[in-house]
């Protein structure tokens, strides 16, 4: 349903921030586009959205990667950091702000909070033993690192064994709050959370009855990092430090509507447990601290998984990693917007990786984009333009039964099904029924036959209803697909001389029946070329 034109919702989406250890890849501009789709058809709904993305950039792999290169921490963060900001630029994403951990604004707040946490006795000083994954700079359970065989799940390296005094998170205190929240889909302390898909849920509600307290601090300090208040001699571990970003960001009063709201952070399955049980926790801790009873938890986290290529994990070697220069070749030959439509399509979102293939990307863009919106645009244009000179005709009565198809109930029915989807972060179930709505206006082509009845001065008025249909069917269409591929959707928005602003929230409304006028001018156009299917690759056939 449409936002209140006078109170509109508030939506506020994230990334995660990511390591500037090194150059953006293909999963950080899935993760950001997906997002960019979401905050895309909000803003389309009316809703008031904020939509974050950033850099995460105190990890000691930080100071490791500089030292390295003959670099100081701030000058290899400044560096990568452009280099996601350019990244970001150039792919066109409409996030509105770009939070970095080695800013003041985030540095300072983070402060706050954690001595709001000391001071409420949720963060304490006290003494660790045990398993540390350097890689993802995270403490491991006894039982899990026998589970992982003492190894790190996320790059296979041992774990190294640590004795150290550390502070503390009070994580087992909210663990019964957590599986509440999780398990029953109770209410807890005025809050609600989920984590999905239900694969990911189920998961961290199995670890989170385990759960111990988690250390948040290190020791000797690189001078790179946020000191925990009053104790210079510990640094805040990078991961805490991290996930505060989403609230350090919009923790300023003309911001601040859009946490109360519950924020979406979407993330990759890698860095679950941060965010699916130790950032909710943190957050149930934090409310109980003076001032801060406004902070809510999470709507929802989404925890996506990750891309392989060409039937293989990614891998530099192998020749099949999908850097920014891949990137930029499936950009120039196909187009953004095809990029854009292949991640939000065939991603990772549910809870098995996805496969980027040259081949699968080829077939991809021509079933959906060349041989189903494109054809479909063209066709209908070249018809109108050819029996009405160019001019959408007079239906009469536009929703008129004809042949069985009642387009008014039809795509009133698919605008509320792809709605209801793009809502739920579905992006596959909300672009197949789009795309679902124009195979439809094919086959009531194929099934009317417009072509054959134009020889037929008597079913004149039958052809005029018949191509107005259509090309009203595929104006509601394009209006869902605006979000993924909005620079083709633009350009048959001018060819149907159709003034449309995203930008002014009126989705719901323009997706009525009926809006396309008689008398508009429709140019014919070819959105996505056709193109031969690549060479098979090197990768591909090892």
Request: hydrophobic residues 40%.
């Amino acid at each position: 349903m449409p936002p209140d034109a006078d109170h509109p919702e508030q939506i506020y989406v994230t990334t995660p921030i990511y390591y500037v250890n090194d150059r953006p890849h293909i999963g950080h501009i899935y993760t950001t586009t997906v997002c960019d789709v979401f905050a895309r058809y909000h803003r389309f709904s009316g809703r008031d959205v904020f939509f974050l993305t950033g850099t995460d950039e105190h990890a000691a792999k930080v100071v490791d990667a500089a030292a390295e290169r003959g670099l100081t921490p701030q000058q290899w963060a400044d560096r990568n950091a452009g280099e996601f900001r350019d990244t970001f630029q150039r792919l066109r994403l409409s996030h509105d702000d770009f939070i970095r951990t080695s800013e003041t604004r985030h540095i300072q707040r983070v402060q706050q909070y954690v001595k709001a946490l000391l001071e409420s006795g949720d963060v304490y000083l006290g003494d660790y033993e045990g398993w540390y994954d350097a890689g993802q700079e995270e403490y491991v359970p006894e039982n899990k690192a026998k589970q992982y065989e003492f190894k790190s799940p996320i790059n296979g390296k041992p774990l190294v064994r640590k004795t150290e005094k550390n502070y503390f998170f009070k994580l087992s205190a909210y663990r019964e709050q957590l599986l509440a929240l999780l398990e029953s889909s109770e209410t807890v302390d005025g809050c609600t959370f989920d984590v999905r898909p239900a694969a990911r849920r189920n998961e961290v509600i199995q670890r989170i009855k385990d759960a111990e307290d988690v250390p948040i601090s290190r020791t000797g300090s690189t001078g790179w990092g946020i000191p925990v208040p009053g104790d210079e001699a510990h640094t805040i571990y990078v991961w805490i430090d991290a996930l505060f970003n989403y609230l350090t960001t919009v923790d300023i009063d003309d911001r601040r509507k859009y946490w109360k709201s519950g924020p979406v952070h979407v993330i990759a399955k890698d860095i679950l447990w941060f965010h699916a049980a130790i950032w909710p926790a943190v957050l149930l801790a934090l409310r109980k601290c003076n001032g801060y009873e406004w902070v809510n938890l999470p709507k929802l986290v989404y925890s996506h998984s990750f891309w392989i290529s060409e039937g293989q994990k990614m891998s530099k070697s192998l020749g099949n990693f999908i850097d920014l220069e891949k990137i930029d070749e499936y950009v120039e030959r196909y187009s953004l917007d095809a990029l854009r439509f292949f991640l939000s399509a065939e991603g990772p979102l549910g809870p098995t990786d996805s496969d980027f293939s040259a081949a699968q990307f080829h077939e991809c863009y021509n079933t959906n984009l060349v041989n189903t919106l494109g054809n479909c645009a063209s066709r209908v244009a070249a018809m109108i333009g050819k029996y009405f000179d160019g001019k959408v005709p007079d239906p009469g009565n536009s929703k008129r039964e004809l042949d069985g198809y009642v387009w008014p109930q039809t795509t009133g029915d698919i605008v509320s099904s792809c709605c209801a989807a793009y809502d739920a972060f579905d992006l596959y179930n909300a672009i197949d029924g789009a795309i679902g709505l124009i195979r439809i206006v094919d086959g009531f082509i194929n099934a009317t036959e417009p072509f054959k009845l134009a020889k037929d001065e008597s079913k004149r008025d039958e052809l005029s209803l018949i191509l107005y249909q259509c090309a009203e069917a595929l104006r509601i269409a394009s209006l869902l697909l605006w979000p993924v591929c909005p620079d083709k959707i633009a350009e048959l928005w001018r060819a149907y001389s159709l003034d449309i602003n995203p930008a002014a929230g009126t989705l719901h409304e323009l997706a009525q029946w009926g809006g396309l006028k008689p008398g508009t001018a429709i140019k014919k156009i070819a959105l996505f070329p056709r193109l031969d299917a690549p060479e098979r690759s090197t990768a591909a056939a090892t």
